[in-house]
Structures are given as structure tokens and as C-alpha cells.
């Protein structure tokens, strides 16, 4: 393959934020909405299951929002001008949280790269504090984009529950179409979605990658036709192919920078949720509990679409995310929780009987003074002290047994 082959394709970066009412005016200020025209939705319909169209689609459940850029960025340490071309917003509108979560996406233009400059662009348009300059001002990416892209924004802020998921990174989505060497696709697909500089494997460095951790990253691709291969991770979704996206070409662009990208962002938004009920669970557990269960019901589908390919992208990009296992964890602790609700009512219950116990106890005495008239005892004094010495003896017995029997549980 030759390194200086030009390449074309779509290469986003996608950050995280947490919002609240007072904040959706200032995030939608010039932006726009998205809409479907009848082609989108017919095709929708006929190939995409009702709910998930719902929630991705139809601005209901999440609102989408795009505007249209022509920024040109330096990236310092490269040297090397990049455009930024769009921004894409997603509110998902979830009514039973406080703070909602927002994804927003930037699209850089990467027409005309060579494979290792892309590379070195996606590795540097990732992180955080990334130096850039954008006319004749130098800036940190994320203090640009706060200030320049998303209307001051600062989706960076620390401790807010999105940020603690995310870091100090973006998630790259990265599409690739170039003439390669097909035997080599996968060494690229490796390197790409880890960000490793181009030629990591061929040179068998010490910071190269092992043949079987290799193998185990490509266990999450997908490769249902000869044209190309995706490989999702936790930090990236990468496809590399030939004759696979041309951007003038209307179906296939649309397809992997509108329909497929969009199983992308929901799977990211899933992960982001599951992330942020798993930080904060202890704090209030009943309130995540319920949390968890409203997201479960209405979020998790085995399933989004009638035909094989959504569906198998929208599998192997859950299982680059670990998506299954956050809520196996979740599960595990709900039913945890439910464990320990049940065993303290058991107990406040055990409580309660053991006080209207004594009480019933407090009035044998009562009851037994018509059993002394029958005997005949006269001296009501003396048959006093043995009843209610007798019964204190029985009720501290009773007690200490029923207490030690209630901590035993």
C-alpha cells in the first residue's frame, strides 16, 4: 500500500454534556432542525423498527440539531490545517432526570489526506488539550469549541456525571475509502481506532501490540461484505474500505453519515447513561433504581431494524462499548438492593411483632388475678412480686432471644 495514497471519508469527533431546562435556549442559538423529508421516512419505516425511529428520528424523545461550519483550524504540533465543517447536537429529553445528557458531534473535512496524516489528525483532535489556533488566537480544542462552537458550553467541567464517563477525550467515528491491500485492513483498523501511529504493528516495537491483545481488539469487528470491515471499541467505531463511501454518491453517504451514525450516537448514549447510573448508584439507589428501569423499558431493543445490517451494527458496536456487561452489573446490584430491602422490612416486621408480644405480656398479670382469688391467696403483695418478677424475667428472655435472632439475619 502506498502510505501517500489520498483517502475519502467522514471523520467525527463526539463529546458529552449534561444540561437542564434553563440551558436548552442558549444550546439551540443558531442552530437548526432536523428534519426528514418523505424519501427518508418512507425508507425509515420499511426498514427500521417504530421505537427506535421514535427516539432517533422524530425529535421526540431526542432532539436533533445541526449548523453548518466553515472554521479552518492549525493543529500546532502538526502543523497541518484541518476544516471543521458541521456540528450536530442530540438533547436527549429524558423527563424523569434532573440533568439530561447531550451529544454533540464535529465533522472535519479529510479530503485529500494521506492515511498517515489522517492518523496523526485523529490522534490529535481527540484529546482535550490539544493546542490549536483559529485566527491568530491559540486555544486549547476544548476551550475553542466551548467557546466558538457551542455558544460557551463548557461540557468540560469537572465532576459533572457525562464528564466523569468521558475524560479527557472524544469518541472518534471515522469512515475510510481508499485503494489498500486487503491483508493489511486489519493491522489499519487496529491502529486507527486505537489512535497508534500508522506502521505500529509492522514494526514490532515495544509499544507495539501483541498478536493475541491484536486479536482479542478485533473480536468486535464486522465485516459482512468484501468492500469494508468496522471495528468498534470503547473510544472509536472505525471503517475501513474500497469502493465502499463516496461522498457524491447520495446513498452511501447518507448511509454512514446519517442512518448508521445514528445506531453509533444511541449506543453512545446508552453507554453514557448506564455509566452514569453505575457512578451515582450508591448515593441514592432507590431513585436509580427506577432510573434504570424507565431507560431499560424504553431504550433497550434486542433488535432496531427488519433487515440484518442495522442490526448487526448495532450489535458489534454494544459489544465494542460493553454495553451488555454495564447492565449485567446494574442487574446484579438492583437485585442486590432488593435483597437488602426485603431483609430490613423483614426485620422492622419482626420488630413489631415482638412489641405487641410484650405488650400482650404486660397484661398476664391482669389476667392472672382472677386465678388468685380462685387459689385463695390472700396476700396480694407477696403473689405481685412473684408474678411480676416471674414475668420481667420472661419478657428480658424474650427480648434478648428475639434481638439476637433479628442481628443473626
Same mark, same amino acid.
Given at each position: 500500500?502506498?502510505?501517500?495514497?489520498?483517502?475519502?471519508?467522514?471523520?467525527?469527533?463526539?463529546? @458529552?454534556?449534561?444540561?437542564?431546562?434553563?440551558?436548552?435556549?442558549?444550546?439551540?442559538?443558531? $442552530?437548526?432542525?432536523? =428534519?426528514?423529508?418523505?424519501?427518508?421516512?418512507?425508507?425509515?419505516?420499511?426498514?427500521?423498527?417504530?421505537?427506535?425511529?421514535?427516539?432517533?428520528?422524530?425529535? +421526540?424523545?431526542?432532539? #436533533?440539531?445541526? #449548523?453548518?461550519?466553515?472554521?479552518?483550524?492549525?493543529? %500546532?504540533?502538526?502543523?497541518?490545517?484541518?476544516?471543521?465543517?458541521?456540528?450536530?447536537?442530540?438533547? @436527549?429529553? %429524558?423527563?424523569?432526570?434532573?440533568?439530561?445528557?447531550?451529544?454533540?458531534?464535529?465533522?472535519?473535512?479529510?479530503?485529500?489526506?494521506?492515511?498517515?496524516?489522517?492518523?496523526?489528525?485523529?490522534?490529535?483532535?481527540?484529546?482535550?488539550?490539544?493546542?490549536?489556533?483559529?485566527?491568530?488566537? =491559540?486555544?486549547?480544542?476544548?476551550?475553542?469549541?466551548?467557546?466558538?462552537?457551542?455558544?460557551?458550553?463548557?461540557?468540560? %467541567?469537572?465532576?459533572?456525571?457525562?464528564?466523569?464517563?468521558?475524560?479527557? #477525550? *472524544?469518541? &472518534?467515528?471515522?469512515?475510510?475509502? *481508499?485503494?489498500?491491500?486487503?491483508?493489511?485492513?486489519?493491522?489499519?483498523?487496529?491502529?486507527?481506532?486505537?489512535?497508534?501511529?500508522?506502521?505500529?504493528?509492522?514494526?514490532?516495537?515495544?509499544?507495539?501490540? =501483541?498478536?493475541?491483545?491484536?486479536?482479542?481488539?478485533?473480536?468486535?469487528?464486522?465485516?459482512?461484505?468484501?468492500?469494508?470491515?468496522?471495528?468498534?471499541?470503547?473510544?472509536?467505531?472505525?471503517?475501513?474500505?474500497?469502493?465502499?463511501?463516496?461522498?457524491?454518491?447520495?446513498?452511501?453517504?447518507?448511509?454512514?453519515?446519517?442512518?448508521?451514525?445514528?445506531?453509533?450516537?444511541?449506543?453512545?448514549? $446508552?453507554?453514557?447513561?448506564?455509566?452514569?447510573?453505575?457512578?451515582?448508584?450508591?448515593?441514592?439507589?432507590?431513585?436509580?433504581?427506577?432510573?434504570?428501569?424507565?431507560?431499560?423499558?424504553?431504550? @433497550?431493543?434486542?433488535?432496531?431494524?427488519?433487515?440484518?445490517?442495522?442490526?448487526?451494527?448495532?450489535?458489534?458496536?454494544?459489544?465494542?462499548?460493553?454495553?451488555?456487561?454495564?447492565?449485567? *452489573?446494574?442487574?446484579?446490584?438492583?437485585?442486590?438492593?432488593?435483597?437488602?430491602? &426485603?431483609?430490613?422490612?423483614?426485620?422492622?416486621?419482626?420488630?413489631?411483632?415482638?412489641?405487641?408480644?410484650?405488650?400482650?405480656?404486660?397484661?398476664?398479670? !391482669?389476667? !392472672?388475678? +382472677?386465678?388468685?382469688?380462685?387459689?385463695?391467696?390472700?396476700?396480694?403483695?407477696?403473689?405481685?412480686?412473684?408474678?411480676?418478677?416471674?414475668?420481667?424475667?420472661?419478657?428480658?428472655?424474650?427480648?434478648?432471644?428475639?434481638?439476637?435472632?433479628?442481628?443473626?439475619?
Amino acid at each position: 500500500m502506498d502510505k501517500k495514497t489520498t483517502i475519502e471519508g467522514l471523520y467525527k469527533t463526539i463529546g @458529552f454534556f449534561n444540561y437542564n431546562s434553563s440551558e436548552v435556549k442558549n444550546i439551540k442559538d443558531k $442552530m437548526e432542525r432536523y =428534519t426528514l423529508d418523505d424519501n427518508d421516512k418512507k425508507f425509515l419505516n420499511n426498514s427500521y423498527h417504530s421505537e427506535y425511529i421514535n427516539i432517533m428520528f422524530e425529535n +421526540s424523545t431526542v432532539e #436533533r440539531l445541526y #449548523r453548518e461550519l466553515d472554521y479552518e483550524l492549525k493543529i %500546532e504540533k502538526l502543523n497541518i490545517s484541518i476544516k471543521l465543517d458541521k456540528l450536530e447536537v442530540f438533547l @436527549f429529553n %429524558e423527563d424523569f432526570k434532573k440533568e439530561k445528557l447531550g451529544i454533540f458531534s464535529l465533522s472535519y473535512n479529510i479530503e485529500n489526506r494521506n492515511i498517515e496524516n489522517l492518523s496523526d489528525i485523529s490522534n490529535a483532535l481527540n484529546r482535550y488539550d490539544t493546542p490549536i489556533t483559529y485566527k491568530n488566537k =491559540t486555544y486549547k480544542l476544548k476551550e475553542f469549541i466551548s467557546e466558538n462552537v457551542l455558544n460557551n458550553k463548557r461540557f468540560y %467541567e469537572e465532576n459533572s456525571p457525562s464528564e466523569q464517563y468521558l475524560g479527557s #477525550r *472524544f469518541k &472518534n467515528y471515522i469512515v475510510i475509502d *481508499f485503494d489498500h491491500d486487503q491483508a493489511k485492513r486489519d493491522d489499519l483498523l487496529y491502529e486507527i481506532g486505537t489512535c497508534s501511529p500508522i506502521g505500529t504493528i509492522k514494526r514490532n516495537e515495544l509499544n507495539s501490540p =501483541t498478536l493475541s491483545y491484536k486479536n482479542k481488539m478485533l473480536e468486535n469487528s464486522i465485516a459482512c461484505f468484501n468492500n469494508y470491515t468496522g471495528l468498534a471499541l470503547l473510544d472509536s467505531f472505525t471503517v475501513v474500505g474500497s469502493n465502499n463511501y463516496k461522498k457524491q454518491d447520495i446513498y452511501s453517504h447518507k448511509g454512514w453519515d446519517d442512518i448508521y451514525y445514528s445506531i453509533y450516537i444511541f449506543n453512545l448514549y $446508552m453507554k453514557c447513561t448506564l455509566q452514569m447510573l453505575s457512578n451515582d448508584f450508591s448515593k441514592n439507589p432507590m431513585n436509580k433504581r427506577k432510573e434504570f428501569q424507565n431507560f431499560y423499558n424504553s431504550c @433497550f431493543y434486542n433488535k432496531i431494524a427488519f433487515n440484518f445490517l442495522p442490526n448487526e451494527l448495532h450489535h458489534c458496536i454494544g459489544k465494542g462499548l460493553e454495553i451488555q456487561d454495564d447492565i449485567n *452489573f446494574i442487574s446484579n446490584r438492583l437485585d442486590t438492593l432488593a435483597t437488602q430491602i &426485603n431483609e430490613n422490612q423483614q426485620k422492622q416486621q419482626e420488630l413489631l411483632l415482638l412489641v405487641i408480644s410484650v405488650i400482650a405480656l404486660i397484661e398476664i398479670p !391482669l389476667l !392472672l388475678d +382472677s386465678f388468685r382469688e380462685m387459689l385463695g391467696i390472700e396476700n396480694i403483695i407477696l403473689y405481685n412480686i412473684c408474678v411480676y418478677l416471674l414475668l420481667f424475667t420472661t419478657i428480658i428472655s424474650f427480648i434478648l432471644i428475639k434481638i439476637k435472632h433479628i442481628k443473626n439475619k
